[in-house]
């Protein structure tokens, strides 16, 4: 039954089901810390007899820690400590018999984690084999079906984000119309004019994909909040789904401005032209990208961040006037994909200035200029990431140090373990 829906039971008699296979999934372990939530919730007293039972069963093996708000005298007398918390004063708790002792020093007292390990064993390897290989029917019809993928998160993606997302809808239909437009306007263009029909072409399709992109800071806002009110945990995933389906978009963009730029001007069908065209598009679109999805700024500074390596590309690429510039400033150009782009176009290498002498010298310093941006940004959102796991770690060691200087925390750690385990010198 595991994985299927228990149609025809009702809330008690679920909860008494996954009682049982809790039970029954942990009858053959050893020094488990297992916690249960209201175990009595929806369950008639009738069978309040047989929880128990199970409860003292269970506990004979194992480590229980049970939090309820019914049948609470029944739990006292089996329990070894009881934790009371009021519902006014949530600052203060009752351990045992001691009244009104302050809730970071219960915490920090029975925190002993670091103690505890437990081993993966053959008979957990085989429950899961028996559970959720041999025994999971709808396993079993996904192999036969040859499909890959069961994830009702990505049927939920796939519904919402793509086929049922008309913002979607209208932003490829916009990139579709604007090409047509451009193509039907820069119709059969003169040679020579190949960089004047790229920045045109380079243009639309930036300014067609904005609006989407802008629109990933709302959706990973929405996305967040929503993963909090239904408590599942596909924030990242559905990240890291959007991301690829924003950068499919990005890539489909950058394939049709090649194509179109072959249907209205000849020398430019080069697959060379088509991979500097790629990379330079990810120059321009993945910082925004990125940065809307994998932030927490708000939407202005998103849209700032995220639209400054296409200011920064006008201003120091040199490809809109080839050889200005000041003399220390000039040398940035090298950390722009659009600058090797340049080198690549017919009648326009001639003018720039420190091309690579051969083309795939220049195909690979377009490749990597092109992850210049979004490899610092994930740089500094790692560095980030561990500045705060640096941050929080001495906060909980300065917490425990404070209530390591109480009198009730040896008193209750050792109530509650014995001394045996305590993991702290007392001073």
Known sequence: MAGEFTQGLSGGQRKLLLFELIYQRTITQRNLLIVLDEPFAGVTDDFVPFITQ????????????????????????????????????????RVNDH???????????ISLGEQNGYQTSSSDLKFFWDIEVRGNKSLIVVMSNGYQTSSSDLKFFWNIEVRGNKS?????????IFFLIFTATFWNSAPGSETLVLIAGGLVAYFSTQPYLLSLADWRNIN?????????????????MKCMLTIIITSVTCLVLWGCINLVIDGMS?????????????????????????????????????????LFMIFFSTTFSPGAGITGIKIVRYLFPRFYLWCELPGVQDNM????????????????????????????????????????????NTTRELAMESDLFWTIQTELFGKSFNRFTEA
């Open 99 to 109: 009244e009104s002792v302050d809730r970071t020093v219960v915490l920090e007292a």
């Open 168 to 176: 979607l809808i209208v932003v490829m239909s916009s990139i579709l």
């Open 270 to 310: 080069d697959p060379y032209i088509l991979f500097a065209l790629n990379f330079d598009t990810v120059a321009l679109t993945y910082p925004m990208i990125f940065v809307a999805l994998y932030s927490t700024l708000p939407f202005e500074l998103v849209q700032i961040i995220g639209t400054t390596p296409f």
């Open 224 to 240: 967040k909040e929503e993963a909090e009110a239904l408590l599942h945990s596909s924030v990242n995933q559905n990240k890291v």
């Open 54 to 93: 199970r409860l003292e069963e269970m506990r004979d093996r194992h480590n229980l820690l049970v939090v309820t708000n019914d049948h609470v005298q029944v739990l006292v007398q089996m329990a070894d400590n009881t934790i009371t918390v009021s519902a006014i004063d949530r600052t203060k708790v």
């Open 353 to 396: 200035e420190g091309c690579p002498e051969g083309r795939i010298e220049n195909m690979i310093y377009l490749f990597l200029t092109a992850q210049l941006f979004h490899t610092c940004f994930f740089a500094l959102v790692f560095a980030n990431h561990f500045v705060k796991k640096s941050n929080n770690e001495y906060k909980v």
